[in-house]
């Protein structure tokens, strides 16, 4: 009888010893997940409007100017399979992220003549927008070319019909894009080194 108790008291405190040790381990490894959340929450992957704000504020474009805007980048590159970088990078050579902006020749002309040149965010030009308004089945009206999340759109569609014609080469959809298909074609160069200035931005990104 003493023998039993001897054992059964044995017995217990293995058994004690062994959910003290269990316990013991499974605190440590909820810490080590609490820890390992909050590496993670502070590791997060940068998003893509964290990516354009932060290459827009090193080349001293406000956030302000690009926030409004992400959106309609991401969204429609997506949609057409294209790098978000390179609209980025366009729309900051072509307008710095300014909708209202019309080319130089447009500021120094008036009424109907005016309305021939390259205006808003992606500098469309109006017999472009209206081009492409058509085939999207979008209703076109010069003022729509200053609404920027409108002039993405469209922008952005007229680049994709670029780079298919030539064969995804971004420098040559890029130019065309500047100068048109008749220049490129004529191997005009592009006005201020555009391509250059588009590519740098477009490799700032995200660094």
């Not at 609490?34 to 998003?47: A, C, E, F, G, V």
């Not at 999207?136 to 729509?144: F, I, N, P, R």
């Amino acid at each position: 009888m003493l023998l039993i108790k001897k054992i059964l008291s044995n017995l217990l405190k293995i058994i004690n010893k062994t959910c003290f040790v269990l316990i013991f381990a499974l605190l440590l490894f909820n810490s080590n997940l609490l820890l390992k959340s909050k590496h993670q929450d502070i590791q997060k992957p940068i998003t893509t409007l964290d990516s354009i704000i932060i290459t827009m504020h090193r080349l001293k474009c406000p956030a302000e100017y690009v926030e409004p805007y992400s959106l309609a980048i991401h969204g429609n590159s997506s949609l057409l399979k294209l790098d978000w970088k390179y609209i980025v990078a366009k729309i900051y050579c072509e307008s710095y992220f300014d909708p209202s902006i019309r080319s130089f020749v447009a500021t120094k002309l008036k009424g109907d003549k005016e309305k021939e040149f390259a205006v808003g965010l992606m500098q469309l030009k109006p017999s472009t927008a209206a081009s492409v308004a058509s085939e999207l089945g979008d209703s076109y009206s010069y003022e729509k070319l200053f609404d920027g999340v409108t002039n993405i759109k469209w922008g952005t569609y007229y680049f994709s019909q670029r780079l298919i014609r030539y064969y995804y080469d971004y420098e040559k959809a890029v130019r065309a894009y500047n100068i048109g298909d008749k220049g490129l074609r004529d191997s005009i160069e592009c006005s201020d080194n555009h391509w250059d200035r588009v590519s740098n931005v477009y490799k700032s990104i995200g660094e």
